[in-house]
T-cell receptor
Framework: RKEVEQDPGPFNVPEGATVAFNCTYS??????FFWYRQDCRKEPKLLMS???SGNEDGRFTAQLNRASQYISLLIRDSKLSDSATYLCAVNSNYGGSQGNLIFGKGTKLSVKP | NAGVTQTPKFQVLKTGQSMTLQCAQDMNHNSMYWYRQDPGMGLRLIYY???????DKGEVPNGYNVSRLNKREFSLRLESAAPSQTSVYFC?????????????FGPGTRLTVT
């Protein structure tokens, strides 16, 4: 099992749809989880951290399921501007005081009019 | 705050040439990272520096060297470029927040080795 896995997509959805992405991780000791957004030919940008209790930021909701070792990102009322690649990141056991991040390969989302 | 800056934005090298990619951050972060991103491979860690004065290998360090010049700057050097090093290179820095190791990325350097 790879350390961090994501469905590569693409997810093609109409405007206004709700879409969900999952990301599975193999290290049961991981403590930090993040979602990043990457636009074409741009750098990844931190979208949101994922807290144990789940967290919401506007139309975006992130959840953590430790038992099944996955995190999820739910986007409600999709906008054309949500079209991007979404990367998940999970901390590893090595590097620094809290471990380096391992990134998934990303899930591509395309929102159509 | 400029955040994380990288130079150059684009570079074309011939096989065997050398170059240094520069990275600087103005967020007073302790840790800095160099990644490469290739189609279908995702982000792969080349080297990292957990704090000023330390550097360590990541997943794909072969063919690269790094220098943590001071707290702000972390450079990546290709001593003898190879076509396999054609990639997009991202520098990142991080601080430890409540959620953990949040990383912030620079705009990237697109490198082509012919």
């Amino acid at each position: 099992r790879k350390e961090v896995e994501q469905d590569p997509g693409p997810f093609n959805v109409p405007e206004g749809a709700t879409v969900a992405f999952n990301c599975t991780y193999s290290n049961s000791a991981s403590q930090s989880f993040f979602w990043y957004r990457q636009d074409c030919r741009k750098e990844p940008k931190l979208l949101m951290s994922v807290y144990s209790s789940g967290n919401e930021d506007g139309r975006f909701t992130a959840q953590l399921n430790r038992a099944s070792q996955y995190i999820s990102l739910l986007i409600r009322d999709s906008k054309l501007s949500d079209s991007a690649t979404y990367l998940c990141a999970v901390n590893s056991n090595y590097g620094g005081s809290q471990g380096n991040l391992i990134f998934g390969k990303g899930t591509k989302l395309s929102v159509k009019p | 705050n400029a955040g994380v800056t990288q130079t150059p934005k684009f570079q074309v090298l011939k096989t065997g040439q050398s170059m240094t990619l520069q990275c600087a951050q103005d967020m007073n972060h302790n840790s800095m990272y160099w990644y490469r991103q290739d189609p279908g491979m995702g982000l792969r860690l080349i080297y990292y520096s957990a704090s000023e004065g330390t550097t360590d290998k990541g997943e794909v360090p072969n063919g690269y060297n790094v220098s943590r010049l001071n707290k702000r700057e972390f450079s990546l050097r290709l001593e003898s470029a190879a076509p396999s090093q054609t990639s997009v290179y991202f520098c990142a820095s991080s601080s430890i927040r409540l959620a953990g190791n949040e990383q912030y990325f620079g705009p990237g350097t697109r490198l082509t080795v012919t």
